[in-house]
């Protein structure tokens, strides 16, 4: 068995939001099974490791959209992708496909459009009514939109929103290789409206766009030093789309994101952490791997906006693995 060098010294399990770049990435580096195994340990002081949230997502308005981010298929910058546009989901329709992803046991409903920003008017009128009309069904509800300022985020707020979706997508250093048309600032006053209007944060990035080690590392630092952190953390793992910009792209290597889960986790303890887009190149062992290590949300359905997402049996084999074994199974497994 290789020797793996002296653990060092424990990781102070205490909510911070002053990590360093160097120590965020020093985490990252670590030797896998101590960085998974700390983690973990993170993970069960602040979390049941065995209440893993299903969230469905759906594009409520695919396409056209004028931002020029490299990995985005919706963009209208990248006109080789095949993806058809259309216009915004009538309210009822949506509200049907949200009560259709509760029966099938989701609990946390999403819904994104392909706006740059969010504008008054008919449109922003009728994701209002969505949002209502999804908790009225008992379940959070979740926007992404694009940048918003503060008297959209009041609005929303007032229909009872729990969070909205704002990426960071990656750090701020290489922030300019995958998008042009909105600088890192404007994200961050979209947060502090959302955060202002006391709604809760669903904020994270990507791997696997061409950044560094590093780069993930200072993501996380800007994460992590959000007070408080933000409520969810998506992680995903870049889906290589043909006709944008990143589609040579190579696939990110699993436990990659497991470390990235794992870092996240150490540095953000009580956040809610998204295992989301990349999941189909996971098989199965892979995401119990990061699930192992903090992630406690899945998203649950075919598709991520446009993006494939596994299928809801390979979904329901993934639960059933997790599940304690029955005393009578046991009995005779063996």
């Given at each position: 068995?290789?020797?793996?060098p002296a653990q060092s010294p424990a990781i102070d399990q205490t ?265 189909t190149s996971l098989n199965r062992e892979a995401q119990i791997l ?45």
């Amino acid at each position: 068995m290789g020797h793996l060098p002296a653990q060092s010294p424990a990781i102070d399990q205490t909510i911070r939001h002053d990590w360093s770049i160097d120590e965020i990435e020093a985490i990252y580096r670590l030797p896998l099974l101590e960085l998974m195994g700390r983690a973990s340990a993170v993970h069960q002081t602040h979390h049941n490791p065995n209440d893993v949230q299903k969230a469905s997502l759906l594009s409520i308005k695919t396409g056209g959209c004028p931002e020029d981010c490299a990995y985005c298929p919706q963009s209208a910058h990248h006109r080789e992708v095949k993806l058809g546009k259309e216009q915004l989901l009538d309210p009822k329709a949506v509200l049907a496909m949200a009560a259709r992803a509760k029966e099938a046991g989701a609990d946390r409903f999403c819904m994104g459009a392909a706006w740059r920003k969010v504008r008054d008017g008919a449109a922003f009128d009728a994701v209002i009514e969505m949002v209502r009309g999804v908790r009225d069904l008992g379940m959070e509800a979740c926007v992404t939109l694009g940048m918003l300022e503060t008297r959209h985020a009041e609005r929303l707020a007032e229909a009872g929103l729990t969070a909205y979706n704002h990426n960071l997508d990656t750090s701020p250093e290489y922030y300019s290789q995958i998008i042009s048309t909105r600088t890192y600032q404007d994200r961050l006053d979209t947060l502090a409206a959302v955060r202002g209007a006391g709604i809760d944060l669903c904020c994270g990035g990507i791997i696997g766009m061409g950044e560094s080690i590093r780069d993930r590392a200072s993501m996380l630092h800007v994460l992590a030093g959000f007070a408080p952190h933000p409520e969810s953390v998506p992680i995903n793992a870049l889906v290589p789309v043909e006709g944008t910009p990143l589609a040579k792209r190579t696939p990110v290597d699993p436990l990659e994101l497991v470390r990235m889960i794992a870092t996240a986790r150490i540095t953000m303890p009580k956040s809610t952490l998204r295992l989301s887009a990349g999941r189909t190149s996971l098989n199965r062992e892979a995401q119990i791997l990061c699930l192992l290590c903090g992630a406690n949300s899945v998203f649950y359905g075919e598709k991520l906006l446009t993006t494939p997402n596994p299928e809801e049996d390979s979904d329901t084999a993934l639960f059933a693995a997790l599940a304690a074994i029955p005393a009578s199974a046991a009995q005779t497994a063996f």
